[in-house]
């Protein structure tokens, strides 16, 4: 679409000239939206936690909402393929992902008004995003990533000590914060983790949910909004959605998937003149022709289990009112 024509060097262009912009990168990154917040059209909507440019309001009613699950079997066949490439060492983590349909009488902007979420994103009636997971921020001249990886259900008797003394999620979480800061080493120095394994707590439709989250770092240097695309272009696709060592597991992801992600798992962000704030498109739904699929998924390791995520693959379809 001639919406997605940009490229990294029109947000190179942008930051140098501190303009304010808005940004849009599929996963494979081979479509880029980025234009001026002044010059946006009147269809796109956006929420970086405390920044929009919409007005809120509560859902007045009730709504219908049915998903409908890829098969088990066809799941595992999947997973079986990953589980193969791990026993060779060709991946040590990779995020499998699906399409679900659903449907629902709400209206694409309807379930992006009233959706409770740090980061969203509604895009001229094709699709919305509404993530919990921040990418990068970057404030005077510290760039920060706060990968998220771990889920349990909060009702859960003992949810956060069994989410976090699960011997499979810590050593995929560790995976993903050694991929951050080595990603973050190729565009800045003073690389540290700040904070590792802590919990946030995100309304899931009708459940809460607890996601294990970390925060690293890197100093830049001055001048980088004059880089705001090469440094997004080497950090892309996120280490979260992607997984370790990352060439190799995406060229697996690409040959494993059963369907084409598109804007699932890219990113988008604000660039406001002096800082940057940015999410990774999870909990994403997008039109496909006349219906409606909802796109989730989650790292396979060596140790997972392939009815477990497959569960967690369809709770994270869901709407978070």
């Known amino acids: 679409m001639s919406y997605f024509n940009e490229n990294f060097s029109t947000l190179n262009k942008l930051g140098g000239s501190k303009t304010p912009f808005l940004f849009i990168i599929s996963y ?3 479509s880029i939206f980025c234009k001026p917040i002044d010059k946006l059209e009147n269809d796109i909507y956006y929420k970086i936690e405390n920044i929009k440019n919409y007005t809120p309001a509560p859902l007045l009613r009730s709504y219908k909402f049915e998903k409908y699950s890829v098969p088990f079997l066809e799941y595992k066949s999947s997973f079986d393929k990953i589980i193969d490439e791990i026993k060779k060492g060709n991946t040590y983590l990779l995020n499998l992902t699906f399409s679900t349909p659903i449907k629902t009488d709400l209206s694409l902007k309807e379930i992006f008004t009233h959706s409770k979420a740090k980061y ?32 349990i259900d909060a009702a859960q008797e003992n949810a956060k000590d069994t989410i976090l003394k699960n011997q499979k999620e810590f050593a995929e979480h560790t995976m993903i914060v050694d991929l951050m800061r080595n990603d973050l080493g190729i565009v800045a120095d003073e690389i540290k983790v700040n904070s590792f394994r802590y919990i946030d707590e995100i309304k899931a439709g009708n459940q809460n949910l607890l996601q294990v989250s970390s925060s690293i770092s890197g100093k830049l240097q001055t001048g980088w909004n004059e880089h705001i695309g090469d440094i997004i272009d080497k950090l892309t696709p996120a280490g979260s959605i992607s997984g370790t060592p990352k060439i190799s597991t995406i060229n697996i992801i690409k040959n494993t998937e059963t369907h084409q992600r598109g804007f699932y798992s890219g990113i988008f962000g604000i660039f406001d003149g002096t800082n940057l704030n940015s999410a990774v498109m999870i909990r994403f739904i997008e039109k496909e022709g006349e219906y409606l699929v909802y796109k989730s998924g989650g790292g396979i390791t060596l140790d997972s289990d392939v009815r477990d995520e497959y569960e967690e693959m369809i709770r994270k379809v869901y709407l978070p009112f």
């Open 28 to 30: 494979d990154k081979q």
């Open 120 to 151: 969203k994103l509604y895009f001229k009636d094709l699709f919305i995003c509404f993530s919990p997971e921040k990418f990068i921020e970057i404030k005077n001249d510290i760039i920060s990533t706060y990968p998220m990886k771990g889920t």
